[in-house]
C-alpha cells in the first residue's frame, strides 16, 4: 500500500487516519474504541465522564455505533444498524473550535472554496445520558456530515467549563469524498482489482446477521434480564466503590458506568424488537438516565473528575 | 445628530431565533434610552446567521442638565436633621445651600441641585452590557474557558465580537468603552466566513453596510429574501418552470446565508411516481429546498432550487452536484417508504393503533378511533351521508399514522393515507374522506362538502373535544395545546358553510357518554350502540330533560351499567355538554365577529333556552341584527329597553315580580293605546312564535316589528304609574308582556344600545 492509497478521498482507513493525526496535532490523546457496545460515540467514557469536571481534556477516536433499530438488512444504501464515528472532545472548547473543524474537513480533501458548508441549528440531547447541549449539524452540499455541540450538561451535571464535540459521521464522510452512492460500495483499504476491500467485503453480512437478530431473533427474556441485572450492578458497584476514608474519593465510578452502557444498549435491543410500549419506553429512559446520574455524581468525587484529594 | 452602530459577531445563530432578535435588540436599547431620557430620530435592527446589528440614529451627544431644587428642615433644626439634608442633597455644608422663607411655617434650607447632561457615550457604556448579558434568547449557552466560572456570559452561540461605535456623520465616532464576560467592544469585524475571513474596520453604519457588501454579507433579512425570490423565479423562468413559493422556507432559508447563491438542482423524472406532497416535504424539510414545477401546470418537474452560501470557484457545480446526491438519497428513501407502505393494507394497521396511546387518561389510539366510528355511524344520516361507509372511513382514517411515510413526515397525515386508501381500492368517498376528516384547519382551510368527509369530521373533532372537557383539559388564555379552540371552530365552520341542522347537546352528549365509558365502563361495543339508539329515540336535546332520559335509556338498551357510573355519565351530561355548548357559544363569537356580527346579539341569542342547533344561531342573530337595522327595530329596542327600566325600579320598589299576563278585560276598560298595545302584543306575540316555530326568523322580526306604533303610542299617552294600583298593576303586567313578546326572538336585555 502506497500513501496514496491512504489518501482520505480514496479509502475509508485513509479518511480515519487523516483524522487522527490532524487531530493529534491539536494535542488530543488518539483512544482506541470502547470494548463495549454503545449507541453514539458519546457513550465512550472518554466523552461522557471526562466532559464532567474542571480538568482540561483532549481526545478523539473512532467508535463503533450500534443502533440496532436502523437496521436494513443491508438493502438501504445509507442505513446501517452498526457504523463509525469519529469523536473529537476539546475541554474547554477552544475559541476557534469552528476553525479547527473547518481545517480539519480540508485536511480530508473537502475544498472550502467549492463546497458549501452551513452550520444549520440542531440542538443535541441525549435522554438517556440526562445530557444537552447547543450546537449544529454541519452541512457539506446539502448533507449532514457531523454533528457539532457545546456540552452544557451532562448526567445531570452543569458543565464547568464546557467542552466542545465534534462528531463526524464517517461512512457518510467517506461516501462524499469518495463519490460512492452505496456505503457498500466505499473503498475500505485503497487497493484497486484484486487488493480492493470494500465496505461491504467488511461489513455486508454483519448487517445482514444483526438485522435478522436485532428484528427478530435477540432473547427479548434474557435481554430484560440483563438490563435489570446491569441496573443492579451498576448501582452496588457505586455503593462498594463509595467514599470509605477522608479523602472522599469514589473508587468504581467506571466500572459502575459500564453497567450504565450495557443497561443503555439492552434497552436499544429491546426496542428494536418492538417489545417495550409507549408509556414502559419513557420508564426505561430515565431508568437508565438515574444510572448515569449516578455514574455522573460518583466520577465527579474522583481524581480524574477533579475531587481534590481531601 | 450623532448615530449609535452595535454590532455583536458570534457563530451561528439559529435562523428561527434571527428576527426575533433583531427586534428585542432595537427594543432593549431604544427603551433603556428612553427611559433615561435619550429621544432617537430612527432604529433599526439586523439579523444574520452571524450578527446582530443594530443602528439608532440622531441621538444627542449629551442629555439635558438636570436642575433638582430639595427643601430642607426649618433654619435652627436640629443638626441632625441638618447633617441629613446635607448628606441626602450631597452638600457639604449649609454654605452650599439657600434658604426660602414660607409665609405660614418660616425659613427653610433649600439646596439646588445642577446636574450637567451626561454624555450618551457613558451611558449608551452603561447601557449595552446589561443588554447583552440578559438578551432573552429562547435558549442559550455558555462556552470556552470562562464557563468554568459560575455567571459567565450566556448567548445564543459563542459570541465573538462586538462592533460598538457612536458619533456624528462628519467625524470619526468615538468606540463606545465597554466590555462583556473579556469581550471589548472596538470596530473590528469580520465578513462572509469563506468568501472574506480576513478582519476590517468599520466606522460608521453607511459605512459598516457598504464594507460588508463588500465582505459578502447582506445586511439586511428581507434584501437575502428578495434576491432570493427573484433569482429563484428567474432561474424557473429559463427553465420553462414555475417556482412552488413556500414563505416559510424563505424566511428559513434567509437566515442560513450571508451571501445567498441560487442554483438549480435535478432528479430523476422516476422520482415522481412518490405523490407530490411526499416529495415537497422531503425536500423542503430535509434539504431545505424550493420544488418547481411544469410551468402553467399543477405537476411538479423532476428539479429543485437550493439556496448556498458561497460563490463557489466552479460556478456551483460541486454544490450542486452534491445537493442532488443527497435529494436522490431522500427520494429513494421516500420512494422506500411509499413501497414499504404499500404492502400493508391500511386495515391491517389497526393492531399497531391499539399499543399507541392517545392520551394517558382517553385511552388508545385503537379505542379512539372505535368511538369516532360509532359516531361517525350516528352523524352520518343526520347529515346525508351512508353510516356504513362513514363508519369505514373512521376505522381507517388514522391508520396512515403508522405507515412510514407519515413517520418521517407527520404533516402528510390523512393525505398519505387517502392515498394508500384509493391505491387498495377503497370507495372514492372513503379515501376522499380520508384526509378531510381532518379538516378544516384554521380558519382559512376548505370546510369538506362530502357528507361521508363531513360526518367523520365532525365525529372526530366532537370525540376531542368532549374527551378533553371530561378530563378536564380545557385551553386556558393562551395555552391550547390539545387545540381545542381549532376543533370547535372545525364544528362550527363545518354546520354553517355547509348548512347543517345538528342538535349540538344530542351530538356531545352521545361523544361523552363514549368516552365516559371507555374511561369507566366495561361495556361492549354492541352495548354502547344500543345505548347511543335508545338515547337518540327518546328525540331529547334540551339538557335538563336529556340526563334523565340517559338513565331510561340505559335501562331500555338492557345494558350492564352500574347505578353509580349511570348517575355519574347523567350529571357528566349535564354539567360536561353545557359547559361544551358554552365554550362553542364563545368560538361562534369569535366566528361571527369575523364576519362582522355583534357579539352581543349573539349572546342575546343564546341566552334563550335550548339554543344547541348552530345553524339557527347564526340565522336568528343575522335576522336579528337585520332588524335592529332598520328604524322599527331601533325604536322597538328603545320601547323595550324604557321597559325593561320602568320594570326593573317597579319590581324592585314593589319587592314582587311582574312576571303574568295582563289582564285582558282590564286592558279593554283601559286607554284606548293600553287596549290596542295589548292586542297588538297577542298578535304579534302568536305570530312571532309560529315564525320561530317554522324557523322564519325574519318573519319573526317582522311581526315584532308591528308592535312599535302602539308601543310608542302607549308611552306617548299612557301613564304606567297610575293612582289606581290595579290599574299600574295591569300597565306593568303590559309591559312584561312586551318583554316576553321580544323573548321569542332574542333577550333583547343582553343588546348593547
Known amino acids: ?78 442505513r446501517l444498524q452498526h457504523y463509525y464515528q469519529f469523536q473529537v472532545i476539546l475541554k474547554p472548547n477552544p475559541p476557534n473550535l469552528q476553525e479547527l473543524y473547518l481545517a480539519s474537513l480540508d485536511a480530508i480533501g473537502v475544498d472550502l472554496k467549492l463546497h458549501d458548508i452551513r452550520f444549520v441549528e440542531d440542538d443535541w440531547e441525549s435522554p438517556t445520558l440526562g445530557a444537552w447541549g447547543l450546537g449544529w449539524e454541519c452541512w457539506c452540499d446539502g448533507m449532514e456530515v457531523s454533528q457539532f455541540t457545546y456540552f452544557q450538561q451532562v448526567a445531570g451535571f452543569e458543565c464547568a467549563p464546557v467542552a466542545g464535540e465534534l462528531t463526524y459521521g464517517l461512512e457518510r464522510l467517506a461516501m462524499y469524498v469518495q463519490g460512492v452512492e452505496n456505503v457498500y460500495d466505499l473503498n475500505f483499504n485503497g487497493g484497486e482489482g484484486d487488493a480492493k476491500v470494500t465496505y461491504g467485503d467488511v461489513f455486508l453480512q454483519a448487517e445482514q446477521e444483526y438485522s435478522r437478530h436485532n428484528f427478530e431473533a435477540a432473547d427479548t427474556a434474557m435481554l430484560f434480564r440483563q438490563f435489570t441485572d446491569a441496573e443492579k450492578a451498576c448501582r ?58 449516578a455514574c455522573g455524581a460518583a466520577w465527579l468525587k474522583t481524581e480524574s473528575g477533579g475531587a481534590a484529594a481531601a | 445628530m450623532p448615530d449609535l452602530l452595535l454590532e455583536l459577531l458570534s457563530e451561528e445563530i439559529p435562523a428561527r431565533m434571527q428576527r426575533r432578535a433583531a427586534e428585542d435588540l432595537r427594543k432593549l436599547v431604544t427603551d433603556a434610552l428612553v427611559e433615561r431620557g435619550f429621544l432617537y430620530e430612527g432604529a433599526k435592527a439586523f439579523a444574520t446567521p452571524r450578527r446582530l446589528a443594530l443602528h439608532v440614529a440622531g441621538l444627542p451627544a449629551r442629555g439635558e442638565a438636570v436642575r433638582e431644587e430639595r427643601r430642607g428642615p426649618r ?358 374522506a380520508i384526509e378531510e376528516h381532518y379538516k378544516p384547519v384554521g380558519p382559512s382551510d376548505r370546510v369538506p362538502t362530502d357528507p361521508v368527509s363531513i360526518a367523520v369530521a365532525l365525529a372526530d373533532k366532537l370525540d376531542t373535544l368532549v374527551g378533553f372537557w371530561a378530563i378536564d383539559e380545557k385551553p386556558t388564555g393562551s395555552k391550547d395545546p390539545f387545540a381545542l379552540r381549532r376543533a370547535a371552530l372545525g364544528v362550527i365552520r363545518l354546520v354553517n358553510e355547509q348548512g347543517l341542522r345538528l342538535r349540538l347537546n344530542l351530538l356531545t352528549s352521545l361523544a361523552l357518554i363514549k368516552v365516559q365509558l371507555d374511561r369507566f365502563g366495561e361495556v361492549s361495543n354492541d352495548q354502547a350502540q344500543a345505548l347511543s339508539d335508545s338515547l337518540k329515540q327518546f328525540g331529547v336535546t334540551d339538557l335538563d330533560a336529556q340526563a334523565d332520559v340517559i338513565h331510561h335509556a340505559v335501562e331500555k338498551a338492557g345494558i350492564d351499567v352500574s347505578e353509580e357510573l349511570t348517575k355519574k355519565i347523567n350529571n357528566d351530561v349535564y354539567t360536561i355538554c353545557l359547559s361544551l355548548l358554552s365554550f362553542f357559544a364563545d368560538r361562534l363569537k369569535v366566528y361571527l365577529r369575523d364576519q362582522g356580527a355583534r357579539h352581543d346579539l349573539i349572546d342575546a341569542v343564546f341566552a334563550l333556552p335550548g339554543q344547541d342547533d348552530l345553524l339557527l344561531v347564526v340565522r336568528r342573530v343575522e335576522a336579528l341584527g337585520a332588524f335592529l337595522g332598520t328604524d322599527d327595530g331601533k325604536n322597538l329596542l328603545a320601547g323595550y329597553k324604557r321597559a325593561a327600566n320602568i320594570l326593573r325600579i317597579e319590581e324592585k320598589k314593589d319587592g314582587r315580580a311582574y312576571g303574568a299576563a295582563p289582564d285582558a278585560a282590564r286592558a279593554a276598560a283601559g286607554q284606548p293605546e293600553e287596549r290596542s298595545l295589548a292586542e297588538a302584543l297577542d298578535a304579534a306575540r302568536a305570530e312571532a312564535s309560529a315564525a320561530v316555530a317554522a324557523e322564519d326568523f325574519s318573519g319573526a322580526m317582522r311581526a ?50
Open chain 1, 1 to 78: 500500500m502506497s500513501d496514496a492509497d491512504l489518501s482520505p478521498t480514496r479509502s475509508f482507513q485513509g479518511l480515519i487516519l487523516t483524522l487522527q493525526r490532524f487531530w493529534a496535532a491539536q494535542g488530543c490523546v488518539i483512544l482506541q474504541p470502547y470494548d463495549m457496545e454503545v449507541g453514539a460515540g458519546t457513550f465512550h467514557p472518554a466523552t461522557t465522564l471526562r466532559a464532567l469536571g474542571p480538568k482540561p481534556w483532549k481526545a478523539a477516536y473512532v467508535q463503533p455505533s450500534r443502533r440496532p433499530k436502523d437496521g436494513r438488512y443491508g438493502e438501504n444504501p445509507n
Open chain 1, 236 to 293: 452496588s458497584y457505586l455503593e462498594a466503590g463509595a467514599p470509605t476514608d477522608e479523602s472522599g474519593r469514589h473508587r468504581m465510578a467506571q466500572p459502575a458506568y459500564d453497567q450504565c452502557i450495557k443497561a443503555s444498549h439492552v434497552f436499544n435491543l429491546l426496542d428494536a424488537r418492538g417489545v417495550i410500549s409507549v408509556t414502559e419506553r419513557q420508564s426505561y429512559i430515565l431508568r437508565v438516565r438515574e444510572l448515569a446520574k
Open chain 2, 75 to 432: 433654619v435652627g433644626a436640629p443638626d441632625a436633621a441638618v447633617q441629613g439634608f446635607l448628606k441626602s442633597a450631597g452638600l457639604a455644608s449649609l454654605d452650599q445651600a439657600t434658604t426660602i422663607t414660607d409665609p405660614k411655617k418660616g425659613e427653610f434650607y433649600l439646596a439646588v441641585i445642577e446636574r450637567p447632561g451626561r454624555e450618551t457615550l457613558d451611558v449608551l457604556a452603561e447601557i449595552l452590557p446589561g443588554i447583552i448579558k440578559n438578551f432573552p434568547w429562547p435558549k442559550s449557552m455558555r462556552w470556552g474557558a470562562a464557563s468554568a466560572q459560575p455567571g459567565s456570559l450566556r448567548w445564543v452561540r459563542p459570541l465573538q465580537s462586538i462592533v460598538a461605535t457612536f458619533g456624528p456623520e462628519t467625524e470619526n465616532p468615538e468606540i463606545v468603552p465597554f466590555s462583556v464576560d473579556g469581550i471589548t467592544a472596538g470596530t473590528t469585524t469580520r465578513g462572509h466566513r469563506f468568501l472574506a475571513p480576513e478582519p476590517f474596520e468599520v466606522r460608521r453604519f453607511d459605512d459598516y453596510v457598504q464594507a460588508l457588501e463588500r465582505a459578502h454579507v447582506i445586511l439586511d433579512t428581507d434584501r437575502r429574501k428578495d434576491i432570493i425570490l427573484h433569482d429563484a423565479r428567474d432561474l424557473a423562468f429559463a427553465r420553462g418552470l414555475d417556482l412552488v413559493e413556500d414563505d416559510g422556507l424563505l424566511e428559513e432559508v434567509a437566515g442560513l446565508v450571508e451571501w445567498p447563491v441560487v442554483l438549480m438542482g435535478s432528479f430523476e423524472e422516476r422520482f415522481l411516481e412518490i405523490p407530490a406532497e411526499a416529495i415537497r416535504a422531503t425536500i423542503r424539510a430535509n434539504q431545505k429546498c424550493f420544488v418547481l414545477r411544469k410551468s402553467g401546470t399543477e405537476e411538479l418537474a423532476p428539479a429543485f432550487l437550493l439556496v448556498s452560501n458561497l460563490v463557489a470557484s466552479d460556478g456551483g457545480a460541486a454544490i450542486t452536484a452534491g445537493n442532488e446526491r443527497v435529494v436522490r438519497a431522500r427520494l429513494s428513501d421516500a420512494r422506500f417508504f411509499f413501497e414499504t407502505d404499500k404492502a400493508t393494507g391500511l386495515e391491517d394497521r389497526l393492531p399497531k393503533l391499539d399499543t399507541i396511546v392517545f392520551h394517558e387518561k382517553l385511552g388508545t389510539q385503537g379505542e379512539r378511533i372505535a368511538r369516532i366510528a360509532a359516531l361517525a355511524k350516528e352523524i352520518a344520516p343526520l347529515v346525508g351521508a351512508d353510516p356504513a361507509l362513514a363508519e369505514r372511513v373512521a376505522r381507517l382514517a388514522k391508520a396512515d399514522l403508522v405507515t412510514e411515510m407519515v413517520g418521517e413526515f407527520p404533516e402528510l397525515q390523512g393525505l398519505m393515507g387517502r392515498k394508500y386508501a384509493a391505491l387498495q381500492g377503497e370507495h372514492p368517498s372513503v379515501a376522499a
Open chain 2, 704 to 753: 315584532l316589528s308591528r308592535l312599535r306604533a302602539p308601543v310608542d303610542a302607549f308611552f306617548e299617552t299612557v301613564t304606567v304609574n297610575a293612582d289606581d294600583p290595579a290599574l299600574r298593576e295591569n300597565r306593568l303586567l303590559l309591559l312584561n308582556a312586551l318583554r316576553a313578546a321580544t323573548r321569542e326572538v332574542a333577550d333583547f336585555s343582553r343588546i348593547e344600545g
